[in-house]
């Protein structure tokens, strides 16, 4: 006679396991890209810190520069959060929210520009290419999310649709 031991999970908690052999390369190659950034984010963090610390003078511009980009990026990060996410920002169109999160992470940037001196900032034309720099990353970023977006509502419109079809031939069953 064989005792065999299992696990009572809630389905939730069955979702949870991690069965190796059912991932999906594209899920396999996601999760490394973001242990990649997590990874190469916490490197530069913590190389910029003790090369503050023990750098000479002759680098410390160069360390200052990268910590500046970092605190740019978390600014960032958090503009994102407040334009793009009904955290703070309940009800506003997408073009209107694009547009103030262009303009304020435009005014940052061009601040911390000049302030960490990313180009010199008495030049129109490191302005002019700063500017025109901007704009491109911000229309590529943009389309990329705008097409991410795209991608993720028609997936929940069809499983939508599938549970709704779904439900009421059940009702119709119990009829």
């Known amino acids: 006679m064989t005792s065999k031991t299992t696990l009572s999970t809630t389905p939730r908690q069955a979702n949870k396991i991690i069965n190796s052999e059912k991932v999906p390369p594209r899920k396999v190659l996601k999760d490394l ?13 913590f ?6 610390i023990f750098a000479d003078e002759a680098a410390k511009p160069g360390i ?3 910590v500046s980009i970092g605190a740019a990026m978390l600014i960032c990060a958090v503009l994102q959060q407040i334009f793009f996410t009904p955290v703070l920002i309940k009800r506003m169109g997408y ?9 304020c992470l435009y005014v940052i940037l061009a601040l911390y520009g000049v302030a960490f ?5 008495d030049n129109l034309g490191a302005w002019i290419a700063f500017t025109v720099t901007y704009l491109i990353i911000l229309a590529f970023m943009s389309a990329i999310f ?9 997936t929940l419109n069809k499983k ?10 059940q009702e119709n069953n119990e009829s």
């Open 33 to 45: 890209l973001v242990n990649f950034c997590i990874g190469f984010t916490l490197l530069i963090l």
């Open 47 to 52: 190389s910029c810190i003790f090369g503050l």
């Open 64 to 66: 200052i520069m990268c």
């Open 95 to 103: 073009v209107w929210r694009l547009s103030f999160f262009g303009i």
């Open 117 to 121: 001196s990313w180009f010199p900032a």
């Open 146 to 154: 705008t097409l991410i977006n795209k991608r993720n509502i028609k």
């Open 160 to 169: 939508l649709t599938e549970f709704k079809a779904e439900h009421s031939e």
